[in-house]
């Protein structure tokens, strides 16, 4: 989600994912959040590049095996909906977070 200039401070900022989806705490009820994750990704724009951006990044968080490298292509290409776009991002996240806890470790180690 981008903003021009300040941010609007609605209290509702708390809420917003970094992904920029709506959670259940906007108001939404989950037949709302349904209808909305049920819809097909569009064809191209930000979402789909946002969504190659996390393949790559799960790509250089892997071991970069073979196999490995052909499952993430092969989850990817099955992501058809925006919420499995909203799936696939929390999980490449929470990989993202493991790594840096990682990094932050190993540094801490290093000293």
């Given amino acids: 989600m981008h903003f021009k200039g300040k941010a609007p401070d609605n209290g509702r900022l708390s809420s917003i994912q970094p992904h920029g989806y ?32 996390l393949r790559k990044t799960e790509t250089e968080l892997s071991a970069g095996t073979p196999p490995e490298i ?25 990989k993202v977070g493991i790594a840096r806890e990682q990094r932050k470790l190993a540094a801490s180690r290093a000293r």
């Fill in 22 to 53: 709506p959670t259940n705490s906007d108001g939404l009820h989950h037949e709302q959040l349904a209808l909305i994750d049920a819809r097909p990704l569009p064809e191209y724009g930000n979402l789909i590049g946002a969504l190659q951006i």
């Fill in 70 to 94: 052909a499952a993430i292509n092969t989850r990817f290409e099955t992501i058809q909906t925006r919420g499995d776009a909203r799936a696939y991002v929390a999980s490449v996240m929470e």
